[in-house]
T-cell receptor, first 117, second 115 residues
Framework: AQSVAQPEDQVNVAEGNPLTVKCTYS??????LFWYVQYPNRGLQFLLK??????LVKGSYGFEAEFNKSQTSFHLKKPSALVSDSALYFC???????????????FGRGTQLTVWP | NAGVTQTPKFQVLKTGQSMTLQCAQD?????MYWYRQDPGMGLRLIYY???????DKGEVPNGYNVSRLNKREFSLRLESAAPSQTSVYFC??????????????FGSGTQLSVL
């Protein structure tokens, strides 16, 4: 079974401070891991993904995420938050073991990030 | 370049009514998907179509049917709407590659309320 947990429904941070949005995953094989962002009344937009190689992945808008296999985590980070980063963030996983289906992702519940000016 | 286009954006139905959600993509993608988004539950896959002429069930297919009309279009039909189908529906597509270029492109969503 594949699943993703985002333990925080809401994260609040002041503009200019670092931010972290947490994600842990569970798969039986090897994971592809994704972060998507959703702005109000919009569809989801791709931020970044981990497939293999370097554990630190850099993505759009200055975001990065660190893959930690031993802790089965893929936390999203940004060194200095902006008010415009306020949005709903989703972590997702795809188990790439045999029989896996392209595009069939399992999403977390989402974390609402609010950045205060 | 429009990407993934969904219609309608909003819809209110009465229990038992039927409707079809339309989705079209102009990126020449082979694979298309229907997800639903519910508060506190993230997105869940309803149906997908790996290529033109094929469709398969996802996690929550009950109460839905799909049609892959051609490579561009993938529709989702509710035959007899129920209040439990009140949700935001997203269509998505992906190019036929694994690995570095793999990612889903989403439409802007359809907000459906069933009374």
């Amino acid at each position: 079974a594949q699943s993703v947990a985002q333990p925080e429904d809401q994260v609040n941070v002041a503009e200019g401070n670092p931010l972290t949005v947490k994600c842990t995953y569970s798969v039986s094989g090897n994971p592809y891991l994704f972060w998507y962002v959703q702005y109000p009344n919009r569809g989801l937009q791709f931020l970044l993904k981990y497939i293999t190689g370097d554990n630190l992945v850099k993505g759009s808008y200055g975001f990065e995420a660190e893959f930690n296999k031993s802790q089965t985590s893929f936390h999203l980070k940004k060194p200095s938050a902006l008010v415009s980063d306020s949005a709903l963030y989703f972590c997702a996983v795809r188990d790439i073991s045999r029989g896996s289906t392209l595009g069939r992702l399992y999403f977390g519940r989402g974390t609402q990030l609010t950045v205060w000016p | 370049n429009a990407g993934v286009t969904q219609t309608p954006k909003f819809q209110v139905l009465k229990t038992g009514q039927s409707m079809t959600l339309q989705c079209a993509q102009d990126m020449n993608h082979n694979s298309m998907y229907w997800y639903r988004q519910d508060p506190g539950m993230g997105l869940r896959l309803i149906y997908y179509s790996a290529s033109e002429g094929t469709t398969d069930k996802g996690e929550v297919p009950n109460g839905y049917n799909v049609s892959r009309l051609n490579k561009r279009e993938f529709s989702l039909r509710l035959e007899s709407a129920a209040p439990s189908q009140t949700s935001v529906y997203f269509c998505a597509s992906t190019p036929p590659v694994w690995g570095p270029n793999e990612k889903l492109f989403f439409g802007s969503g359809t907000q459906l309320s069933v009374l």
